[in-house]
């Protein structure tokens, strides 16, 4: 007489296939956890917004006719898109330069921000200067170091200024590491 064995469960029982689809569940959700994040930071690497914030972007900040052939520098705000990690916020004020016309339709841009630790600095008309009110360095209207005894590693930070359409005025806006000789962006 044969000895009795247990039944084997028909491979499409019920409770096989809620387990089946329990596993290809879990199995799905776990390759997602695992690709989506290196798509998501390849398209934070590849999307043009942020690598332009990275690199400078560049920011329409005045019109020429805002600006005097050979008259004084003058503080414009520099306003852009600002996107970090999570948000993206528009019209968002971003620093602050100082234009200059030159000859030519040329214009000089300078960042407002002191080398040396970052305060603010001002145009004095009467001295015809930039003064930093924090550590009293002072620069020339071309952003060369005045005072020798200046704690400022270097000259105020020149930006890249384009004329588009005639009178547009575009700047690579970029700050730069404090109390540093060379230019490092930040
Ligand atoms: S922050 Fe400008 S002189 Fe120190």
Redesign the pocket.
Same mark, same amino acid.
């Given at each position: 007489m044969d000895t009795p064995t247990a039944p084997t469960p028909a491979p499409d029982a019920p409770g096989d296939r809620r387990d089946f689809l329990t596993k290809a569940a879990a199995i799905a959700i776990g390759g997602a956890i695992t690709v989506v994040p290196p798509v998501a930071g390849l398209c934070v690497f590849l999307d043009p917004l942020r690598r332009q914030s990275a690199a400078g972007a560049s920011v329409l900040v005045a019109s020429l006719n805002a600006l005097a052939e050979g008259g004084e520098p003058k503080k414009f705000p520099v306003v852009a898109d600002k996107v970090d990690a999570w948000n993206r916020a528009t019209n968002v004020p971003i620093g602050a330069v100082y234009l200059q016309r030159l000859k030519d339709n040329k214009v000089r841009a300078l960042n407002v921000v002191?080398p +040396?630790?970052? &305060?603010f600095?001002n145009y004095r008309a009467g001295e015809n200067d930039f003064f &930093?009110p &924090? +550590?009293? =360095?002072r620069f020339s209207t071309d952003g060369a170091i005045l005072d020798p005894k200046?704690? =400022?590693p270097r000259p105020l930070d020149e930006l890249p200024v384009e004329i588009r359409k005639g009178t547009e005025v575009w700047v690579t806006f970029q700050n730069f590491r404090a109390g540093e000789h060379k230019k490092i962006p930040v």
């Open positions: 002191c +040396h630790a970052g &305060c600095v &930093c &924090c +550590h009293d =360095s200046s704690p =400022s």
